[in-house]
C-alpha cells in the first residue's frame, strides 16, 4: 500500500506535535485528516502546510473528547474519507502549572485528567477497531515524559496527568499483544515548539514531525516505545532509520 493510499488520523493534529507530524505526513504523500473543536485552529492548520498538499487534508470539527462527540465525529469522518489506515494521537496539552496540589480544586484535577487521559482513551475506543485488525495499520501514541518525574514545584498535576497516559499506553501494549495492528509510542523527555519559539535543547515540532512520519511510512516495528530525550535523538530517526 502506497503512502498516497494510506489515511492517518492524526488526532491532536491542530496542536503543536501534531500539527508538525500533520505537514510531515503530508509532505510524504499520505492523506490526513485532523478533528478539532475549534474550527480557527483547523484553519491555522490550513495555512501551515505545504500550499500543494492542502487536497489531502480533511478538517473536521468536533470533539473527541466525550463518548457522544467522538462517535458522530467517527461517522463524518469515514463519510468524507471513506477508511483510515493510520492513526497518530497527540492529544491533550505539554504544560499545567497551577500550584501545589493542595491549592487545587477536584475540578482542576478532573479537568486535567479528562483533557490528557480521558481524551486519549475515548477517542481510543471510538477509532482502534478500524485499524486494530489489520498488519498494514498503524497506531502511535505520542507521550511526554512528565509522567516520570515532577518538572517543577506547582506542576504536579501534570505530572500525575502525564503518569496516567503513559500508564494506559502500557496497558493497551500488555492487553493486546497480539494484535495485527502495529501499536507504538513515542515518548517525549523534552519540550516541543516551533522554530520560532525554540529553546536549548527543545525539538522543533517539524523535526519531530518528520521522524514520527517516518515511523508511521515503515511499519516495521510494533508494541514499542522510542525514547526521544534530545534533538539529536531525531537525528537519528530520520538518518540511520533506527529510532
Not at 473528547?65 to 497518530?88: F, N, P, R, Y
Not at 475506543?125 to 485488525?133: I, Q, T, W
Amino acid at each position: 500500500m502506497s503512502n498516497s493510499d494510506r489515511v492517518v488520523l492524526a488526532l491532536g493534529g491542530a496542536g503543536v506535535v501534531g500539527s508538525g507530524i500533520v505537514k510531515a505526513l503530508l509532505d510524504k504523500g499520505f492523506k490526513v485528516a485532523v478533528i478539532s473543536r475549534d474550527n480557527s485552529r483547523l484553519e491555522r492548520l490550513r495555512s501551515f502546510i505545504s500550499p500543494n498538499t492542502k487536497d489531502n487534508l480533511t478538517t473536521i470539527v468536533g470533539n473527541v473528547g466525550s463518548e457522544e462527540g467522538v462517535e458522530e465525529a467517527k461517522q463524518t469522518l469515514l463519510k468524507a474519507v471513506g477508511k483510515v489506515t493510520d492513526i497518530v494521537s497527540s492529544l491533550g496539552f505539554s504544560w499545567w502549572q497551577g500550584g501545589p496540589p493542595h491549592t487545587q480544586p477536584l475540578k482542576e484535577l478532573h479537568w486535567v485528567m479528562e483533557t490528557l487521559l480521558f481524551s486519549t482513551f475515548v477517542s481510543w475506543k471510538a477509532f482502534f477497531p478500524l485499524v486494530r485488525d489489520d498488519s498494514s495499520c498503524t497506531y502511535t501514541f505520542i507521550t511526554g515524559g512528565a509522567g516520570e518525574k515532577l518538572l517543577m514545584p506547582g506542576t504536579g498535576f501534570l505530572t500525575v496527568g502525564a503518569a496516567s497516559t503513559l500508564a494506559f499506553c502500557q496497558v493497551l501494549r500488555e492487553e493486546y499483544p497480539e494484535v495485527p495492528c502495529k501499536l507504538n509510542q513515542v515518548k517525549i523527555d523534552t519540550g516541543v515548539a516551533p522554530p520560532e519559539r525554540l529553546a536549548p535543547g527543545y525539538l522543533n515540532h517539524l523535526d519531530l514531525g518528520e521522524a514520527v512520519a517516518a515511523l508511521v511510512e515503515r511499519r516495521n516495528a510494533s508494541h514499542s516505545v522510542f525514547t526521544v530525550n534530545c534533538p539529536a535523538d531525531l537525528k537519528t530517526v530520520i538518518l540511520e532509520r533506527n529510532l
